[in-house]
Nanobody
Framework: QSQLVESGGGFVHSGGSLRLSCAGSGFTLRNFAIGWFRQVPGKEREGVACISASGDSTNYADSVKGRFTITRNNARGTANLQMNDLKSEDTAVYFC??????????????????????WGKGSQVTVSP
């Protein structure tokens, strides 16, 4: 069964760093735009960082610009989210997702929740003050 698998995450103190990784199980991420989203209880899922299928375009939420970096390795079919200078408000469950085929083919980097058509199960990131 094809699915997205996140790894990384965990617990860190404020100012620390973590790295999340995303890979496809049963398929490759190579042809898809990828997004990282996060969600806290009671709030909507928020787009954090997204990258185009080729990797030459990225898009970040204002709250993480300058601190988070999204990258991808198409040879390996993986995507990473490097999170530096973490803050307590970054605490959330983080999900990777792939954009729909026609959107991915346009080579856009758009964190549009409504067009993402496959999601991982999520990875908890906890940042203590």
């Amino acid at each position: 069964q094809s699915q997205l698998v996140e790894s990384g995450g965990g617990f860190v103190h404020s100012g620390g760093s973590l790295r999340l990784s995303c890979a496809g199980s049963g398929f490759t991420l190579r042809n898809f735009a990828i997004g990282w989203f996060r969600q806290v209880p009671g709030k909507e899922r928020e787009g954090v960082a997204c990258i185009s299928a080729s990797g030459d375009s990225t898009n970040y939420a204002d709250s993480v610009k300058g601190r988070f970096t999204i990258t991808r390795n198409n040879a390996r079919g993986t995507a990473n989210l490097q999170m530096n200078d973490l803050k307590s408000e970054d605490t959330a469950v983080y999900f990777c997702a792939i954009d729909g085929p026609k959107y991915s083919a346009s080579n856009r980097a758009s964190c549009d929740y409504n067009t993402m058509n496959s999601w991982g199960k999520g990875s908890q990131v906890t940042v203590s003050p």
